[in-house]
Nanobody, 116 residues
């Protein structure tokens, strides 16, 4: 059974930075394209960044392009999301998972709150 554990969230002022981590266990991590998702209160969960299995290519939602960077360390079974120039609209619970359905079991997520 795969387990995803997200960490690194917190409260930050607008313009600040955070680095999120997602550790995966129980499955061969390096074979899978991974993604970061977020869900704000009252909104659908959305994908914000995705990375292929080798880390050689990445895609971003328009809303975060140029501000967020996704990366991975397959040796550590971990995917990262560096978030810079944060905006209040980035406030959400952030999750990682495989890029496309069927998804693995969702972790608890990590809360990111950006104050104006």
């Amino acid at each position: 059974q795969v387990q995803l554990v997200e960490s690194g969230g917190g409260l930050v002022q607008a313009g600040g930075s955070l680095r999120l981590s997602c550790a995966a266990s129980g499955r061969t991590f390096s074979s899978w394209d991974m993604a970061w998702f977020r869900q704000a209160p009252g909104k659908e969960r959305e994908s914000v960044a995705a990375i292929n299995w080798s880390g050689g290519s990445a895609d971003y939602a328009d809303s975060v392009k140029g501000r967020f960077t996704i990366s991975r360390d397959n040796g550590k079974n971990t995917v990262y999301l560096q978030m810079n120039s944060l905006k209040p609209e980035d406030t959400a619970v952030y999750y990682c998972n495989v890029r496309t359905r069927p998804y693995w079991a969702w972790g608890q997520g990590t809360q990111v709150t950006v104050s104006s």
